[in-house]
């Protein structure tokens, strides 16, 4: 597929122009091949994730965490060493932050809340509120997203033992706990600045891991890629144990 038509697509289906206040430089970061015929999907843009394309002979990868953030930084070091990789195996860098934790379709969010079998689902800042068909042990949940990531979660019950009502925003959205008015929060990593709050507010909060909460997004999009345009693609693997 040719790589030009492909971003195009991707700008447009993801709707990057949506999310201004991402500080993620979404979309095509780094150009390489023009043909595309194989995909690579990852959570991360770091060298041994673009060393793991190159040698499955991926032409373009999609990330959620992208090289650049807002700010300018020189091209050395562990930089140099990440471009030289992909310039090296002609592999074209497509990111997408903020708008694959949003996307209904195959938003990181979305994608874990039908796993966990939510219905009725409606937004919340970039992530989605849900609830379960029937009242569910907070312990049963925590086994689900235990077995859905493959991580054993950090559980801060603070509320009830049954749920019904449920708010998820994957990978580092525990400041938004403060907003949240469901029985339940899903989020990725813990911020010690919350930990009291979750408790006086009488919230229960799960943590299931920043990584593991956001690989659902990038494979979710990859398939789709599959199913329209035919194009084969890899997950590349790399946890952080975060």
Request: proline share 5%; glycine share 12%.
């Amino acid at each position: 597929m040719d790589r030009d038509e492909l971003v195009r697509y991707l700008d447009t289906y993801l709707r990057l122009k949506d999310f201004p206040q991402d500080l993620s430089l979404n979309g095509l970061q780094v150009e390489g091949k023009k043909e595309v015929r194989k995909v690579g999907a990852a959570v991360d843009a770091a060298e041994a994730i673009f060393q793991k394309a190159l040698e499955e002979g991926v032409d373009f990868l999609l990330v959620h965490h992208g090289l650049f953030w807002g700010k300018p930084f020189p091209i050395v070091g562990h930089h140099k060493r990440r471009l030289e990789l992909l310039f090296q195996g002609g592999i074209n860098l497509y990111a997408a932050h903020l708008p694959l934790d949003a996307h209904p379709e195959v938003g990181n969010n979305h994608e874990l809340a039908r796993a966990l079998g939510l219905v009725e689902l409606g937004p919340f800042d970039v992530g989605v509120k849900g609830r379960f068909p029937l009242p569910t042990p907070l312990v049963q949940v925590a086994d689900m997203l235990g077995q859905l990531t493959g991580m054993q979660p950090l559980v801060h019950q603070g509320g009830k033992g049954l749920v019904e009502t449920v708010t998820i925003v994957s990978g580092g959205a525990a400041s938004l706990i403060g907003q949240v008015d469901t029985d339940l929060f899903i989020t990725g990593e813990p911020k010690h600045s919350v930990f009291h709050e979750t408790f006086e507010r009488g919230l229960n909060v799960i943590y299931a891991g920043h990584y593991d909460t956001e690989v659902f997004g990038v494979k979710a999009l990859t398939r789709h890629l599959e199913a329209r345009f035919g194009l084969p693609w890899v997950f590349l693997d790399h946890p952080t144990g975060l």
